[in-house]
């Protein structure tokens, strides 16, 4: 069993359609559907790279449509998994079943207005209380659960230490075996002293907060990367010192331009790591430093240059290193698909 945390649509519009009918849903273009349909992942991707934008209105990268295409296949084949979704101040899930999926053509009552054609999945009938009855407060979580419990992503598969709480959460269950831990109760402290960035709620709450990141957030940690690269590529251009350092061009004309550039490298890839899938932190005050957004040169043995450069979690570039950048994903694909489930 997996327990999957899921949006439904840009600014959520089929959420209300999924909860009144029992179903977990996510869509098509029309004109990407028939890839789906005949499994052709490359056509996919390549039509999505040319004809699509994310949500923050920037072309997909590579690895963003690759997760777009995958995302069909989980909602239609989920059969026995757990979705949340969190809607205000209040957490709601439900199981999927083993009926087939329905396919429904339908143009997106928001501003694009795309045809699009939405998969709805049957499940059981959401619910906002845990199995003992008690009502699922956004508020009343753990601010270690809140970490997880909710996404800006369409969907997130939670692992197993996550997925093994979220289950006790619904099941009514004593959940001091992980409130009780270090881990669980510095996280606790931390909130306290001032880590509560708002990600989630209402449309309203989503829509401020993403415009302040952009501003904010998301400007931070662009700065930071820009000043890590320029101050990389200032101490190894190449002088003798105790050895040949490798040349690390930065082409960029100055360090505002290389900011702009990790911004919207950032918008595209929907603030997800690039080689991972995972959600990226942007430097939240006393949030998860192995999470940050990291600037990473696809190719190591190249330069600090537009098409040269992606956005992955700290802790992913410092495995990567210097390796080749396809056997890395190739390794990570390995790891995902071996993952305990």
């Not at 559907?33 to 994310?54: H, L, P, V």
């Not at 510095?186 to 709450?205: V, W």
């Not at 952009?214 to 690269?229: I, K, Q, V, Y």
Request: proline share 3%.
């Amino acid at each position: 069993m997996k327990v999957y945390i899921a949006n439904f649509g840009r600014q959520n519009y089929e959420w209300p359609i999924c909860r009144e009918r029992g179903t977990v849903a996510t869509m098509n273009a029309v004109d990407a559907q028939k890839y789906w349909e005949a499994n052709d992942r490359d056509g996919y991707i390549s039509t999505r790279m040319a004809n699509d934008t994310t949500a923050a209105g920037k072309k997909p990268t590579k690895a963003t449509a690759s997760r777009w295409f995958n995302l069909m296949t989980t909602v239609a084949e989920t059969v026995g998994d757990v979705w949340v979704h969190k809607d205000g101040d209040e957490l709601w899930w439900t199981t999927s079943r083993s009926e087939a999926p329905s396919f429904e053509l339908k143009k997106e009552p928001i501003e694009r207005g795309r045809e699009v054609v939405i998969c709805h999945k049957p499940c059981e009938q959401w619910s906002n209380r845990s199995k003992t009855g008690v009502p699922l407060r956004w508020n009343e979580l753990h601010p270690k659960a809140k970490d997880f419990l909710s996404t800006e992503a369409t969907l997130q598969s939670l692992s197993p230490s996550n997925r093994d709480y979220t289950l006790a959460l619904i099941e009514g269950e004593d959940l001091s075996q992980w409130h009780d831990t270090q881990f669980w109760a510095k996280r606790s402290d931390t909130a306290k002293n001032g880590y509560a960035p708002i990600k989630h709620g209402t449309q309203t709450d989503k829509i401020a907060y993403q415009r302040a990141s952009e501003l904010f957030d998301a400007a931070d940690a662009a700065e930071r990367m820009a000043r890590t690269a320029i101050s990389t590529t200032n101490s190894a251009n190449g002088q003798t010192v105790e050895r040949i350092v490798k040349r690390k061009d930065l082409g960029f004309a100055s360090a505002s331009a290389l900011q702009d550039y990790i911004t919207e490298l950032m918008g595209a890839q929907e603030f997800c790591c690039e080689l991972t899938g995972l959600p990226l932190e942007l430097d939240e005050v006393n949030g998860d430093s192995a999470m940050y957004a990291s600037l990473d040169r696809i190719d190591s043995d190249s330069h600090y240059e537009p098409g040269n450069l992606q956005v992955v979690c700290r802790f992913a570039n410092f495995w990567k290193s210097n390796s080749n950048d396809i056997e890395f994903r190739r390794l990570i694909g390995i790891l995902r698909s071996n993952s305990i489930s």
